[in-house]
T-cell receptor, first 108, second 114 residues
Framework: EDQVTQSPEALRLQEGESSSLNCSYTVSGLRGLFWYRQDPGKGPEFLFTLYSAGEEKEKERLKATLTKKESFLHITAPKPEDSATYLCAGGSARQLTFGSGTQLTVLP | KAGVTQTPRYLIKTRGQQVTLSCSPI?????VSWYQQTPGQGLQFLFEYFSETQRNKGNFPGRFSGRQFSNSRSEMNVSTLELGDSALYLC?????????????FGPGTRLTVT
């Protein structure tokens, strides 16, 4: 059975304090590893897709990386507007399997 | 380009009733997937439709069903509602479907069963 585990469940950072979110996955026939951002009361917003180990993608203060077993979302010098729940998901031929998310709070 | 739209946004139903939710995908996208999101279980895959055919199905009872129309719009139906069906129901559209293709989510329908 496909499984995606995210840690930590919650993270509080001071503005400007960089950190990383972890996503461990066991997905049979992985076709892509996805990162989403979800704000309260809204649907997930697509951030990145990673396809192979060693791949990296960046967008503003976010950088996603992928190994054969894990993905990391690095947040550099975060701002309060980066506060949200970050979800990762493994894509197989059948479906996307989501982790439970990391709730990030960035304090001013 | 307009995003994924879902109607209604909020719904309150009573146990035993049935409900139909609607999803309009991004123009040109042929795949629509449905998910249930609850605080306890997170985001769980319900099913995917592609070109009017159900292509994949998650581990949900037969009370949950769906369909897709020729214009790619999709509906999902839940019959004989239970309290545990209270959740945020999300649909996501994709050009080619699950796997390595990005899915773009709508705002969701918040269903409350009393």
């Amino acid at each position: 059975e496909d499984q995606v585990t995210q840690s930590p469940e919650a993270l509080r950072l001071q503005e400007g304090e960089s950190s990383s979110l972890n996503c461990s996955y066991t997905v049979s026939g992985l076709r892509g590893l996805f990162w989403y951002r979800q704000d309260p009361g809204k649907g997930p917003e697509f951030l990145f897709t990673l396809y192979s180990a060693g791949e990296e993608k960046e967008k503003e203060r976010l950088k996603a990386t992928l190994t054969k077993k894990e993905s990391f979302l690095h947040i550099t010098a975060p701002k309060p507007e980066d506060s949200a729940t970050y979800l990762c998901a493994g894509g197989s031929a059948r479906q996307l399997t989501f982790g439970s998310g990391t709730q990030l709070t960035v304090l001013p | 380009k307009a995003g994924v739209t879902q109607t209604p946004r909020y719904l309150i139903k009573t146990r035993g009733q049935q409900v139909t939710l609607s999803c309009s995908p991004i123009s040109g996208h042929r795949s629509v997937s449905w998910y249930q999101q609850t605080p306890g279980q997170g985001l769980q895959f319900l099913f995917e439709y592609f070109s009017e055919t159900q292509r994949n199905k998650g581990n949900f009872p037969g009370r949950f069903s769906g369909r897709q129309f020729s214009n790619s719009r999709s509906e999902m139906n839940v019959s004989t509602l239970e309290l545990g069906d209270s959740a945020l129901y999300l649909c996501a559209s994709s050009f080619a479907g699950t796997g390595g293709n990005e899915q773009y989510f709508g705002p969701g329908t918040r269903l409350t069963v009393t």
